[in-house]
């Protein structure tokens, strides 16, 4: 894929589903956020899951 396709195929999600996500692939999800590089790897990483559907 070249820039300009990657910047073409590229979009916010506005909807989201209500059926929850399987822990394993929230556990895949959040170990890739973790490996994710940041500005000189030195900005601090968080994570909020949030499960409860009225805290959202």
Do not use: H
Not at 43 to 48: A, C, P, T
């Amino acid at each position: 894929m070249d820039v300009a396709q990657a910047i073409r195929s590229r979009y916010s999600c506005r909807n989201y589903s209500s059926k929850p996500l399987e822990q394993d692939k929230l556990r895949a999800v959040l170990e890739a956020a973790r490996l994710a590089p940041s500005a000189k790897n030195l900005q601090d990483w968080r994570f909020v899951v949030v499960t409860d559907g009225q805290t959202k």
